[in-house]
C-alpha cells in the first residue's frame, strides 16, 4: 500500500520518473543527518531534455512546465536517497532554480513556481520553501532549467 505522498502523487496522476544518473563527475545527492542536498537536476520529460532559452521562444509557461519536471527528478532523488520512501520526507527546505535566459528575461520567479506550486500541492505547507530564482546565460546541454533541492527527512 502507498503512502500519503505517493498515494497523492497518484491522485495527481504524477509518476516520478527513476532518479536520473549523474551526468559527470558528482553524486546526486548527499545526506549529512537529517538533511538531503540534492544536486542540479535538469529539465527532462520522458528521458528527453526540455531545451530552450526563456526570453528567446520559449515562453514562461513552457518554462514552468521545465521546472516541474525538474521537481519530479528532485524528488525521485529524494526517494532514492530515502532507499524508496518517499513519506520519510519531512520538508522541502530550499530550492534554488537556474532559468536559461536572455539578459533582459525578468520573470525567473514565474519560472521557477513550476517547481515551487507543485511541491506545495503534492506536499501542503511542508512543500513551502525558502528559495532562489536566477537567470542563466546557458545551461548544460541547452537545458531550459537547473534546480538544486535541500530537504529534511527522517
Given at each position: 500500500m502507498p503512502g500519503p505522498i505517493e498515494a497523492r502523487?497518484?491522485?495527481l496522476g504524477v509518476?516520478?520518473?527513476d532518479a536520473p544518473a549523474p551526468a559527470a563527475n558528482y553524486v546526486p545527492f548527499i545526506s549529512a543527518g537529517d538533511i538531503v542536498y540534492v544536486s542540479g537536476q535538469v529539465s527532462m520529460q520522458d528521458g528527453e531534455l526540455i531545451r530552450g532559452k526563456l526570453g528567446d521562444g520559449m515562453s514562461v509557461e513552457d518554462g514552468a512546465q521545465a521546472a516541474r519536471a525538474c521537481a519530479l527528478s528532485l524528488?525521485?532523488?529524494?526517494?532514492?536517497?530515502?532507499?524508496?520512501?518517499l513519506d520519510?520526507?519531512?520538508r522541502v527546505v530550499k530550492l534554488t532554480g537556474f532559468v536559461n535566459s536572455t539578459g533582459?528575461?525578468?520573470?525567473?520567479?514565474k519560472v521557477i513556481n513550476g517547481a515551487s506550486d507543485l511541491m506545495v500541492e503534492l506536499?501542503?505547507?511542508?512543500?513551502?520553501h525558502a528559495r532562489s530564482a536566477v537567470s542563466a546565460a546557458s545551461l548544460p546541454m541547452g537545458v531550459a532549467v537547473e534546480?538544486?533541492?535541500?530537504?529534511?527527512?527522517?
Open positions: 502523487l497518484a491522485d509518476t516520478l520518473p524528488l525521485a532523488q529524494v526517494r532514492a536517497a530515502c532507499g524508496g520512501d520519510r520526507l519531512v533582459d528575461f525578468t520573470d525567473q520567479p506536499l501542503g505547507d511542508k512543500g513551502r534546480i538544486e533541492g535541500i530537504f529534511q527527512v527522517r
